[in-house]
């Protein structure tokens, strides 16, 4: 059993940057692929990132590729969401979720994921 918080949403203009956290319990983490997904208001939950148990294994949606950056500290059970250049576009829910089976294509399907946290808002203003 895994059990996600994520923190580190807020208010920011345009260009802006933003760092998420999702912070897990649990002993195996290491061995648990993590991702971001984000919902926005009337919208569908979308995939933004993953991040595999092996080192270099990152995936991440082409809306946000070159501006967001999915890392994880297995010492500390967290994962985070740099995210750069940030856009009105941007602004969501931002979830994490985490399973321990391997990456494969459907990483970006919801139904892949077991395990997820609250959300944080993340807001980005004109």
């Known amino acids: 059993q895994v059990q996600l918080v994520e923190s580190g949403g807020g208010l920011v203009q345009a260009g802006g940057f933003l760092r998420l956290s999702c912070v897990a319990s649990g002993r195996t983490f290491s061995s648990y692929a993590v991702a971001w997904f984000r919902q926005a208001p009337g919208k569908e939950r979308e995939f933004v990132a993953a991040i595999g148990v092996s080192v270099g294994s990152t995936y991440y949606a082409n809306s946000v590729k070159g501006r967001f950056a999915i890392s994880r500290d297995n010492a500390k059970n967290t994962v985070y969401l740099q995210m750069n250049a940030l856009k009105p576009e941007d602004t969501a829910v931002y979830y994490c979720?985490?399973?321990?089976?391997?990456?494969?294509?459907?990483?970006?399907?919801?139904?892949?994921?077991?395990?997820w946290g609250q959300g944080t808002q993340v807001t980005v203003s004109s």
């Open positions: 979720a985490a399973e321990d089976r391997p990456i494969s294509p459907s990483i970006m399907q919801i139904s892949h994921w077991g395990y």
